[in-house]
């Protein structure tokens, strides 16, 4: 009898990553979590998952000290052996990530190094240190967002560090190929959440601005993104790999 598939959902504990890890229980998978400094929050979304009668687990993550990936990959190792009877995973999804909307003109040496760390420099070198006790036939997919195809003010930084993650992904795709495991883009557009201090749900205009420029007249929620990140975890998405799948509501088409 097959083992169910173990997911690693980065900033699991709350927004889209929490709805990503959320979906991924439902489709079956057991899932490991992680947060950055609300752990009583982290800890209420594994009770959510265990509900929908799933193992999980959440581990503590700062992205912007790339120092400490060692320790949390030993760390993640443990966990996998003492809560999961097994020394491999399945599916890697690089979510957790910090929003600022900063003029290119305002931009400092360190909000850009910090940006450097969490978006892509973290993204990378954990991924490298996850892959060798990934299970042949897995799938790592990376966030990015819609600002890489259509410019938004203030995003300079941030889009710039999803724009060389989307180039990292293709290399993960021809690169890791010979393993069965697959790599893709999910890039939401604007969606209301607490990402970047709420900045959607706080701001009415911004919302309604934002709205307009859909096809389908809204921003996204939440739960727009989970299912499509399930998806792609999943056995019917098995011939998708080295692709960018923009989740946006057609924004900006």
């Not at 240190?129 to 790592?140: A, D, E, H, S």
Request: proline share 4%.
């Amino acid at each position: 009898m097959n083992q169910p598939s173990i997911a690693l959902v980065t900033g699991g504990s709350r927004g889209l990553g929490k709805d990503m890890a959320l979906n991924l229980a439902r489709k079956g998978h057991n899932v490991i979590i992680t947060y950055h400094q609300n752990k009583e929050l982290a800890l209420q979304t594994v009770q959510e998952l265990e509900k929908l009668q799933v193992k999980s687990l959440a581990l503590e993550l700062n992205l912007s000290d790339t120092k400490a990936i060692p320790t949390f990959v030993a760390t993640f190792k443990t966990a996998l052996q003492t809560h999961f009877q097994t020394t491999h995973f399945d599916c890697l999804i690089n979510n957790a990530g910090m929003g600022a909307t900063v003029p290119f003109e305002q931009v400092t040496e360190a909000l850009f190094d910090e940006f450097l760390n969490v978006h892509f420099k973290s993204v990378y070198f954990l991924t490298q240190q996850c892959v060798p006790f990934m299970n042949n036939g897995g799938c790592i997919i990376n966030i990015s967002s819609g600002t890489t195809r259509y410019c938004n003010p203030g995003y300079s930084v941030y889009s710039s560090m999803k724009g060389a993650l989307e180039v990292f992904t293709r290399y993960l795709a021809k690169e890791l190929g010979h393993k069965g495991i697959r790599a893709n883009v999910v890039a939401p557009g604007p969606v209301e959440t607490d990402f970047n201090h709420a900045a959607i749900r706080n701001n009415p205009l911004m919302k309604e601005r934002l709205s307009s420029l859909s096809p389908l007249g809204r921003v996204g929620v939440a739960e727009d993104i989970g299912s499509v990140v399930a998806f792609l975890c999943s056995e019917e998405a098995r011939w998708i790999n080295g692709q960018r799948i923009e989740v946006s509501g057609g924004i900006n088409i």
